[in-house]
């Protein structure tokens, strides 16, 4: 089974700062895919970004990169030049490769983005 | 993309009553998967549901408690029966499109008082 990670249950980080978020998993599997989402109040589940295992890049997305460590099994997400629209929760996620899309959340990160 | 709808948004049921939820994909989809999400908490998979088979349900959800439907390739429904407050959740469904595309969909939750 895996497991997913997420041991800062709350942050917060002044607008236009940096912010990264922690992410650790458990896993025998070798090939597999990682990802963000992030839930505003809104409680709709939007996706941040997405790391294929098999990738040594890390995945950017505009303000949103990773820093995807296979062998320490790590998996931040940085957050450059936070805006208001960040605050929410961030939910690291795992899934395993070509086994039926389901995802394994972590416990996630519930961040403050103050002006 | 895939649009899910999803609905009721929210309810608020009597102790031993039932409530349907239903989602709606723009698209044909492969499987479907319903979560919970206990308040503060992560997302729980409660089971993923075929279209033309059974449910497969995870440990600790059981058929008797939360029957699924999935009559064809773009709809879905999760019936929390008998409630009880400790269902008092948001429920959500999500599914992706297509093999090897890793995008999980969600839709926008209900969230369930039992009083």
Redesign the interface.
Known sequence: AQTVTQSQPEMSVQEAETVTLSCTYDTSENNY?L?WYKQPP????I?VI?QEAYKQQNATENRFSVNFQKAAKSFSLKISDSQLGDTAMY?CAF?IY?A?????????TRLMVKP | SAVISQKPSRDICQRGTSLTIQCQVDSQVTMMFWYRQQPGQSLTLIATANQGSEATYESGFVIDKFPISRPNLTFSTLTVSNMSPEDSSIYLCSSSIGTGNTEAFFGQGTRLTVV
């Not at chain 1, 809104?42 to 589940?45: D, E, P």
């Not at chain 1, 039926?100 to 996630?108: D, P, Q, V, W």
């Open positions: 895919y990802f809104s409680r709709q589940m996706l997405r939910f899934m070509n039926g899309n389901m995802l394994t959340f972590g416990g996630g």
